[in-house]
């Protein structure tokens, strides 16, 4: 079934043909939802828009409108306010029918897309021998959100996790690791994570140091480049440990991922750099092959070129990214390609992505996008650090929110004189913790800075996902209490909206397809973490004014009702956000 603003606006748009003829077809009826109840429910202004090219007052225009508009169904009389706005208030009767039909709908009446396209999702993209830090989190749970929402959709995904495990770094470890610890580089598991990080910060200090031991470092990058043997093993042997490590936290996190790193490509970079030159774009400056294109300079005001070959002939990143780029499109069939990525890394998408479409590589039915980031700020307003300053490993993060709610727990229970088992004090520390790191993260605007706030996250009231858990632990404790299977609820069931309370909440409950259709669009996790933070406020205000148990048939049925659909609605929400729920708390 359409949403309710997708059946407004064709209505709308028939009007339009209906009123002025067929050249406003196309026209956008700009119908949002009412800023404000007094206006209604939904509200356009197109009539001021066409004031102009029809020659004619808004509040004419609106009245020929509201004339040709055939919205009985679902709507009161229209009503025009102010300069020419149209204002829409929905019919009870349309939406106890329409509660109704989703009832029983598993998808609660948000329909698959129509045109299933490919779509690949880049995002968490680690880098071999380092570990995860709290940079990587945004990446891997916005990435995972939005290839859930578009999967949700019925939209083809393919989620590729470009890991960073080729290029000059692992000339620098393989030699630093000859020296000190060469067991590492044949036999498994012989490093941890924490001992391989280590190691690898001391290559990189001799690196920088010691000329000698670059010299070292290039010629095993140019062994591991040409495929010896003994070189392949080791790079395998360091990947291993670090995908290890990895996996740990996706599973964690319940994220999953196909991992293709930078390696896959390598193959495919002389071919990349071969067809730049054919088309004629390849500059060489300072011995390296670049391209320039408009836009583009450094602090000093110069071009800024892409550097596609290094002068000692080895390949940059964003050779890496074209290649990639290219595949995609070429192998993977690709419609939509999204990377999620810090905000830092703009320039050089944009750049790229210039540089691509200049190379005519980029068909016009093609989307590319990049999804930036801000960073996470300590609460003293500075990007996030352990306090020696180290940046903060993922898996401690993660680990601290869950002991940290497990404390809380703890102390509730005692003072409750509740007694559960071990097996759920662990799996509620567990669920809550990672949730709501989750959930914090995703409900801020993603292109902005957030202060890391384990007590904000962690606190079960406010716009945090402890709060959204328990509106849906509510709706469950009425099940036990009143010995409800709501299962058994006949799916035809009367629905019956009397109170205020009840018609916003199934306002509400209504809006979801709207939200999701939104955040496919423009990719911001946000406006769905509102929208179900909206949702548990107005379910709590709901059950707070309206007796659900102790209520009269039909009522009592019909408030069961509205509960089933508030806890469906929430679990599918929290789900596209990569959040499990819990039955009790």
Not at 444 to 462: E, P
Request: hydrophobic share 40%; aromatic share 8%; glycine share 6%.
């Amino acid at each position: 079934m359409n949403s309710t603003i997708e059946e407004l606006k064709t209505k709308f748009q028939q009007a339009l043909v209906a009123a002025f003829g067929n050249d406003y077809a196309g026209v956008d009826p700009m119908l949002v939802p009412a800023s404000n109840p007094k206006f209604g429910d939904y509200q356009s202004n197109a009539a001021l828009s066409l004031s102009k090219q029809l020659k004619l007052p808004p509040r004419a225009i609106a009245s020929q409108l509201i004339e040709h508009l055939d919205i009985a169904d679902i709507c009161q009389p229209p009503e025009i306010a102010g300069a020419g706005f149209i204002n829409f208030t929905l019919k009870q009767e349309y939406l106890e029918a329409q509660l109704s039909a989703i009832q029983s709908d598993s998808r609660l009446g948000i329909p698959l897309t129509k045109n299933p396209q490919r779509v690949v999702v880049d995002f968490s993209s680690p880098n071999i021998a380092k570990e995860m830090h709290v940079g990587h989190l945004r990446s891997t749970i916005i990435g995972d959100c939005i290839a859930r929402i578009l999967e949700f959709q019925g939209q083809d995904v393919l989620r590729l996790n470009h890991v960073g495990d080729w290029g000059t770094q692992f000339g620098m470890l393989i030699a630093y690791l000859r020296e000190v610890c060469p067991e590492a580089l044949t036999t498994a598991n012989a490093l941890d994570i924490g001992d391989l990080v280590s190691f690898y910060r001391k290559a990189k200090q001799r690196f920088d140091e010691d000329e000698t031991f670059q010299e070292t470092a290039r010629e095993e990058v140019v062994k591991l480049q040409t495929g010896a043997e003994d070189s392949r093993r080791a790079w395998n042997l360091l990947c291993e440990q670090s995908r290890r490590e990895f996996q740990v936290i996706y599973d964690l996190l319940n994220v999953s991922l196909t991992e293709r790193g930078e390696s896959f490509y390598n193959p495919l970079l002389p071919a990349v750099v071969e067809d730049l030159d054919k088309l004629g774009l390849l500059v060489e400056n300072d011995g390296a092959k670049c391209v320039f294109v408009e836009g583009f300079t450094n602090k000093e005001g110069e071009p800024l070129p892409l550097i596609a070959q290094k002068s000692d002939g080895g390949y940059n990143y964003a050779t890496t990214d074209l290649a990639a780029l290219r595949y995609r499109i070429q192998q993977d069939d690709a419609k939509r390609i999204i990377y999620v990525t810090d905000a830092g890394q703009a320039t050089h998408f944009a750049q790229f992505f210039k540089v691509a479409r200049k190379a005519e590589w980029i068909p016009d039915d093609v989307e590319i996008v990049h999804v930036p980031f801000g960073l996470v700020l300590g609460e003293d307003g500075k990007k996030f650090k352990t306090r020696s300053g180290d940046t903060v490993r993922l898996r401690d993060l993660l680990d601290e929110a869950i002991a940290r709610f497990r404390a809380y727990l703890e102390k509730r229970l005692k003072e409750e004189n509740r007694v559960e088992t071990e097996e759920f004090i662990a799996n509620v520390a567990k669920v809550v913790g990672i949730s709501a790191v989750k959930y914090a993260d995703l409900s801020q605007n993603r292109t902005s800075n957030y202060i890391f706030s384990y007590d904000k996250m962690l606190a079960d009231k406010g716009n945090t996902g402890v709060y959204l858990l328990y509106a849906y632990v509510r709706v469950q404790g009425i099940s036990r209490k009143g010995n409800i299977d709501f299962q058994q609820i006949e799916a035809n069931a009367k629905i019956v909206l009397r109170e205020e309370t009840e018609l916003v909440l199934a306002k509400h409950l209504l809006q979801l397809s709207e939200v999701v259709t939104q955040v496919e669009t423009d990719l911001l996790p946000n406006r769905l973490c509102q929208y179900l933070f909206e949702l548990s406020q107005k379910f709590n205000q709901f059950f707070e004014q309206c007796p659900v148990l102790k209520s009269e048939e039909p009522v009592r049925t019909s408030r069961l009702v509205l509960c089933d659909l508030t806890a469906k609605t929430l679990k599918q929400g929290l789900s596209l956000l990569g959040i499990q729920v819990l039955e009790r708390m």
